[in-house]
């Protein structure tokens, strides 16, 4: 049995899900991804790109401590709290003069 995460989601990933916490089993992190992906398809496209890379503007942390995408390998344990903060910048992309 794999063990047993909680996952926090912020900003758009929350909204799309539906909740801000979820309990989810995976071993890996990148397992965990999967797991999130098969559940919430609709994240996908905010998670990677056309060429299916993981975008660089999400920030995944495993009990506060930031991970990069080569650490996506890393075991989980039971308990482990990993947090999906995809960044709060932008704004309005369309050109509105006044």
Do not use: C, W
């Not at 995460?5 to 999967?34: K, P, Y």
């Not at 503007?57 to 495993?62: A, E, P």
């Amino acid at each position: 049995m794999s063990p047993r995460v909680r996952v926090r989601l912020f900003h758009e990933l929350r909204t799309n899900v539906g909740q801000s916490e979820l309990e989810v089993e995976a071993d890996t992190l990148n397992g965990l991804i999967q797991v999130l992906l098969q559940r919430y398809g609709a994240l996908k496209d905010i998670l990677f790109d056309s060429q299916g890379k993981l975008r660089g503007y999400t920030f995944f942390y495993v009990n506060n401590v930031v991970q990069n995408p080569s650490s996506f390998s890393r075991k989980l344990k039971d308990g482990d709290l990993v947090l999906l903060v995809p960044s709060a910048a932008g704004g309005n992309a369309r050109d509105e003069t006044i």
